[in-house]
């Protein structure tokens, strides 16, 4: 197919903590290398398998309130009493570049990120097949305590309010489909005339042709 330069696809994915944003988020990496994840800073501690600069860059609270007075985050949210933020650099940099941005943020960071930057968006909600899926998935992904998995749970009553904010809602019953249906969503952004940048002087060429055939 052929390739137009286009600005490059802000991809926000939301869900109550459990229901597999990481795990969709991780496939359509390997599957797709345009889109990245917007690295978030974060106050909370770091999982086993997280990685420092990769999932998220883990700061002290003092750094984060320096931060956000100098301007530098697009936008912050508190979750499940700790702070995130999505540093304003880079994004811009990506999307001039025509390169798409995953951002694995809340409905808080969802609605601030409307705010500034409507036009490059488009949101995913997702929702999990049951509760007692949600707290198995919680509990087998092994990474928070109890205490930690009771209250994300009650957060997701919160969360799942939200999920009429968003473009579209899915729910990430089997993964691969899952995978599936949010490689179909950013495949139709890439293509949405507002987002190719060249498409008039291509056109022009095409009835530049007819007219040469005399
Ligand atoms: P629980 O879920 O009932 O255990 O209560 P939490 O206090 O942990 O969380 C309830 C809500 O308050 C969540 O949306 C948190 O993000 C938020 N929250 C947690 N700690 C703080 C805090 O220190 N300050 C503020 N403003 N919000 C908080
Ligand atoms: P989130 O990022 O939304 O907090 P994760 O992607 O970490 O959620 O998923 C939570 C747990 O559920 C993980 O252990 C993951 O392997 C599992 N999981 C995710 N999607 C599915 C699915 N469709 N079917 C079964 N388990 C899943
Ligand atoms: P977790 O601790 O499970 O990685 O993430 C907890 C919650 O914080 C999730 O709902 C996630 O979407 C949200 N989150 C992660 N990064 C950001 C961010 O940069 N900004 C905002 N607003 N929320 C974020």
Redesign the pocket.
């Known amino acids: 197919m052929m390739d137009f330069a286009r600005r490059g696809v802000m991809l926000v994915i939301a869900s109550p903590s459990g229901a597999g944003k990481s795990s969709i988020s991780r496939q359509l990496f390997a599957q797709d290398p345009n889109i990245r994840l917007s690295v978030s800073i974060t106050t909370r501690t770091r999982r086993t398998d997280e990685i420092d600069g990769t999932h998220y860059h883990f700061i002290d609270v003092p750094t984060f309130e320096k931060m956000r007075e100098r301007g530098e985050l697009l936008e912050w949210a ?4 700790n702070y995130y933020a999505t540093p304003r650099e880079k994004v811009e940099e990506r999307l001039s570049a025509g390169k798409d941005i995953l951002f694995d943020i809340d409905y808080q960071g969802t609605l601030q990120l409307y705010e500034n930057c409507r036009d490059d968006m488009v949101t995913v909600f997702i929702l999990p097949p049951s509760i007692a899926e949600l707290r198995a998935r919680l509990e087998r992904r092994a990474q928070d305590s109890e205490g930690t998995i ?2 994300r749970l ?2 997701a009553r ?1 969360e799942m309010e939200h999920y009429s904010e968003y473009d579209y809602v899915l729910v990430n019953e089997d993964l691969e489909q899952s995978v599936q249906m949010v490689r179909s969503i950013l495949a139709s952004a890439r293509l949405q005339r507002g987002r190719q940048t060249r498409l008039e002087g291509f056109v022009d060429e095409l009835k530049a042709q007819i007219d040469a055939l005399g």
């Not at 508190?78 to 009493?81: D, F, K, L, N, S």
């Open positions: 508190e979750v499940h009493g009771e209250k009650r957060n919160k």
